[in-house]
């Protein structure tokens, strides 16, 4: 956060689905992703069948560490906050075979995807069972020099904070 600036906007969204009336919506930003930690402090178990581990296991991959691993944005998955308890919650994808997000990313951009091997979420994280599963494709374009400011586009501003954190 450094910079306070977007690293990639979404420029295209197939999926019109807002919020339902459970108040759960898609593109999930407040929740994080299953995570090794989590599971042993709940369960007493070692797992490495989630998306921290995969994520993890390709940062490596790329010559970097899992401290390497940041927040994520859960593409596609169904969440929201009870109404009642206010817990959050997930719930089956509505996403269809061809349904899509695009992005345009603001800056150079290392990017990692991990399915969620709970699959579409139609059952609890360790719920045990085969999760159902659909493919996901990733298409990455290189525009051509000069186009985006061509078409108007600017690169977002930093933001002006001094950065002294009161130890000036």
């Given at each position: ?35 090794p930690y ?123 904070y001094s ?6």
């Open positions: 956060m450094p910079f306070l600036r977007p690293l990639a906007t979404i420029i295209e969204d197939t999926i019109a689905y807002g919020f339902d009336e459970d108040g759960a919506g898609v593109h999930d930003v407040i929740g994080s992703r299953c995570d989590t599971h042993y402090l709940l369960t007493g178990e070692n797992s490495n069948t989630c998306c921290h581990s995969n994520l993890t296991r390709q940062a490596q991959k790329d010559g970097l560490s899992e401290f390497d691993v940041h927040d994520v944005l859960n593409v596609f998955m169904c969440t929201g906050f009870t109404k009642d308890t206010h817990q959050y919650f997930t719930k089956p994808s509505p996403v269809e075979v061809g349904d899509y997000i695009e992005f345009l990313a603001e800056t150079d951009l290392l990017v990692s995807a991990s399915t969620c091997p709970q699959g579409d979420v139609s059952m609890s994280c360790g719920g045990g069972g085969e999760p159902t599963v659909y493919p996901l494709g990733v298409e990455v374009w290189e525009l051509e020099k000069g186009w985006l400011t061509g078409a108007g586009w600017e690169p977002s501003a930093l933001s002006g950065g002294g954190h009161g130890v000036d």
